[in-house]
């Protein structure tokens, strides 16, 4: 299993710019997410994904949008890229029993470092 | 909402020390803690999962426990080595949805 993925390792982009962060799973979990790590604030969820075709909003979630069309993917937009967006973004998963409201181990890709020019 | 704390901030011991991490948590109504590790750089790695039902969970050289009432968890290294040199972050999930809190870490330095 190549466990979570994230591409691109690195992005610089300038102001106004959009693009998507890509993040995939090959281990069959229903939960992803996407979280943002900046220098003293810690990692804040972005958006959340509890099966394909369901999303919601985490703590941060202005400015990004996000899909989930399979359980393998669950890719982050940023539509208008701001200099406060600058950040280092990680994609989640895990196996989430709802209904038992049992919660595995949650699994982290490698980061995707992201400057806004 | 649940807000995660973990003081101190940094922390240099030197090699062969046991040592303990903090982490305190202000809503007990988790649904489970973990315990990651960040190298620089890196990404998350999770080292522990204690669930709400559990007290505490064992990985080697590593023990975590958790106290739901009070709102803490330790995180016990053993025998520490220049190799558990990095950031250990505490995270709560407070939702059958998987959602986690983060502290903002302790950076751990073992000194040869």
């Known amino acids: 299993n190549a466990g979570v993925t994230q591409t691109p390792k690195f992005q610089v982009l300038k102001t106004g710019q959009s693009m998507t962060l890509q993040c995939a799973q090959d281990m069959n979990h229903e939960y992803m997410s996407w979280y943002r790590q900046d220098p003293g604030m810690g990692l804040r969820l972005i958006h959340y994904s509890v099966g394909a075709g369901i999303t919601d909003q985490g703590e941060v979630p202005n400015g990004y949008n996000v899909s989930r069309s399979t359980t393998e993917d669950f890719p982050l937009r940023l539509l208008s890229a701001a200099p406060s967006q600058t950040s280092v973004y990680f994609c989640?998963?895990?196996?989430?029993?709802?209904?038992?409201?049992?919660?595995?181990?949650?699994?982290f890709g490698p980061g995707t470092r992201l400057t806004v020019l | 909402k649940q807000e995660v704390t973990q003081i101190p901030a940094a922390l240099s011991v030197p090699e062969g020390e046991n040592l303990v991490l903090n982490c305190s948590f202000t809503d007990s109504a988790i649904y489970n803690l973990q315990w990651f590790r960040q190298d620089p750089g890196k990404g998350l790695t999770s080292l522990l999962l204690?669930?709400?039902?559990?007290r505490e969970q064992t990985s080697g050289r590593l023990n975590a426990s958790l106290d739901k009432s009070s709102g803490r968890s330790t995180l016990y290294i053993a025998a520490s080595q220049p190799g558990d040199s990095a950031t250990y972050l505490c995270a709560v999930s407070t939702g059958a949805n998987s959602k986690l809190t983060f502290g903002k870490g302790i950076t751990l330095s073992v000194r040869p």
């Open positions: 989640a998963s895990s196996y989430s029993q709802l209904a038992g409201g049992f919660t595995d181990t949650q699994y």
């Open positions: 204690i669930q709400s039902s559990q």
